[in-house]
């Protein structure tokens, strides 16, 4: 079974992070969220969440795929904590899939680990980008490279996921389930 770990910064994409966590649970796979700080954690529009477990405590065998919702100032407090940008540099040299949405692509290239990709990212961050390009799908999947252009995108981004790597038949009852 694929394993995640979604990073919960302060200021993070309610939307966002909620239905990748909801769609890829429902299916079947493990989702750690993975907080930045100890203790409840704000998104943007003041939903708080409590982590599973800290950044501190993320092992690299803990997960397959790392996912970075966006959301402002969240996308911010992410590309300015060197934990995570080591993070995602371990795990872009481990192979690991890297999912990010809306702001988070932008976090991916502040890593430098998306150089020659193209990427989906929201709009108004798209000038951070930094040795990729911006398109305008809603999600774009590029080998183990997964992004998403934005809250709207959510839905199709947490469902790409999950056809990526549930099983079969657990991606078929969520979808039943969900009348999508």
């Known amino acids: 079974m694929s394993r995640f770990a979604v990073l919960?910064?302060?200021?993070?994409?309610?939307?966002?992070?909620?239905?990748?966590?909801d769609i890829l649970r429902r299916a079947d796979l493990e989702v750690k969220i993975v907080g930045l700080k100890n203790g409840l954690t704000g998104g943007s529009r003041g939903i708080r969440i409590m982590p599973d477990l800290g950044?501190?405590?993320?092992k690299s065998s803990d997960y397959e795929v790392l996912v970075l919702p966006?959301?402002?100032?969240?996308f911010i407090n992410m590309g300015k904590d060197q934990r995570v940008l080591e993070l995602i540099r371990s795990a872009h040299a481990e192979g690991k899939y890297l999912a990010a949405i809306?702001?988070?692509?932008?976090?991916?290239?502040?890593?430098?680990?998306i150089n020659g990709k193209e990427v989906a990212i929201y709009p108004g961050v798209k000038h951070l980008?930094?040795?990729?390009t911006a398109c305008d799908l809603r999600v774009k999947v590029e080998g183990k490279l997964i992004t998403g252009?934005?809250?709207?995108a959510a839905m199709d981004f947490a469902l790409t996921l999950m056809d990526m790597?549930?099983?079969?038949?657990?991606?078929?009852?969520?979808r039943d389930?969900?009348?999508?």
């Open 8 to 21: 919960l910064a302060e200021g993070f994409e309610e939307i966002e992070f909620c239905t990748i966590t």
């Open 55 to 58: 950044i501190d405590e993320l």
């Open 70 to 74: 966006g959301g402002n100032p969240g």
């Open 102 to 113: 809306c702001a988070g692509p932008a976090v991916l290239s502040r890593a430098g680990v």
């Open 129 to 132: 980008l930094k040795g990729c």
């Open 149 to 152: 252009r934005s809250p709207q």
């Open 165 to 174: 790597f549930a099983k079969p038949q657990a991606a078929k009852v969520v």
């Open 177 to 180: 389930e969900m009348l999508v």
